[in-house]
């Protein structure tokens, strides 16, 4: 069966694009191919954590995963630092990849380029993701656009060690969403909606009360021409809610549009409003009943189990064709 592995850093509150970027593509595919869901804890380190806080969200996480609707009999899901195979693999992932081709990963480049001081881990933490995607023979890797450049990096990865030891690595493709592959900050719609960048007015996060997300949303950024319509370029704040909006009603953007024609910003930011509510509070009441439960205890010894023997197998081959230990 077909494989596909996604992961959500613990980094921070997981927000609405976490869900309409990253969970939901996970769950629209869980019926159809092998689906492996896991905690990217050692990515979250390439920056600067609380530890109390990281170690609360790592579980947490898992609790929202299975709230949103990934269903444990038909997923795989593990913490990635429990499993020592992800960086045994990304070492030596790392002495295959070029300065050059790590130097023009966007992150890295971005943040140095405003001048801050970044850890070396941030440099090389897309080559960690290359590991995380080919240990396990994963085909698909859905995610929201602005880690298609990783997921090349993957496949190039993968292709220059095909060809230098022999088949070995399945070459993984990206899984880009239809609807939702960027949803943006609200108070800065040409900006992608993050849960790490400190200031939380712009994201809904999946946690947040209903008197936040309502205030968030209507207090959302648009523009003064009060026609609602789809334009991303000139129009990016009332796309936006039309995104989220189509994204999580199961509309198609022209249907969502027709929808709200005659609306004016107000009422469709009141309708936005109740769809995400009614999402989230949906998927808050679930979580707090999984968060209190002892399974998710046994769901992440299972997955950690069955993804440490994938994990071993896979690495024994690699450390064997490249002359490593006594493998
Ligand atoms: P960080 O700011 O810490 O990088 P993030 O919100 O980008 O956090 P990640 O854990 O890096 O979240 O990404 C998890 C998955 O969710 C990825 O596939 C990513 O593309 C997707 N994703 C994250 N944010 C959005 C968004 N705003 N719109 C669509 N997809 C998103
Ligand atoms: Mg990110």
Redesign the pocket.
């Known amino acids: 069966m077909k494989r596909i592995l ?4 613990p ?2 509150e ?5 869900l ?4 939901k ?1 996970s769950i629209l595919y869980q019926d159809k191919y092998d689906s492996f869901i896991f905690v ?1 804890d050692l ?2 380190i390439t ?1 600067p954590q609380d530890t109390v806080l990281l170690k609360e969200r790592i579980k947490k996480n898992v609790a929202l995963y299975l709230a949103c609707g990934i269903d444990p009999n038909k997923n795989t899901i593990y913490i990635q630092s429990e499993n020592l195979y992800h960086t045994n693999l990304s070492w030596i992932l790392e002495c295959h990849t070029y300065m050059g081709e790590a130097s023009r990963m966007t ?1 890295y480049k971005d943040k140095t380029s405003k001048g801050e001081i970044v850890s070396v881990g941030l440099f090389t933490y897309p080559i960690l993701m290359a590991a995380d995607i080919l240990l396990y023979d994963t085909l698909y ?7 298609k450049q990783h997921v090349e990096l993957a496949r190039d990865l993968a292709t220059r060690f095909n060809n230098k030891y022999g088949d070995t690595f399945i070459v993984p493709e990206p899984l880009i ?1 239809k609807i ?6 609200l108070q800065n719609p040409t900006k ?6 400190g200031d939380t007015k712009g994201s809904i996060l999946l946690l947040d009360n209903e008197d936040v997300i309502r205030k968030k949303i209507m207090s959302a950024v648009t523009d003064s021409d009060n026609k609602v319509y789809y334009d991303m370029e000139n129009k990016p704040g009332i796309s936006n809610l039309l995104t989220i909006y189509s994204a999580l009603s199961n509309k198609t953007i022209k249907e969502v549009e027709e929808l709200f024609k005659e609306y004016n910003y107000g009422n469709l930011k009141k309708e936005v409003a109740n769809i995400v509510v009614a999402t989230l509070m949906d998927i808050q009441k679930k979580y707090q009943e999984y968060l209190n439960s002892e399974i998710i205890e046994e769901i992440l010894n299972n997955g950690n189990k069955k993804a440490s023997e994938i994990a071993k197998t896979k690495y024994e081959i690699v450390a064997k064709k490249i002359g490593l230990g006594r493998f």
Do not use: E, N, R, Y
Not at 20 to 23: K, P, R
């Open positions: 996604t992961g959500l850093k980094s921070g997981l927000t609405l694009g976490s309409i970027g990253g969970i593509q990217p990515h979250a920056v992150q890797v859905p995610v929201g656009i602005d880690q969403p939702g592959a960027k949803i943006m900050d992608k909606m993050s849960k790490s960048d």
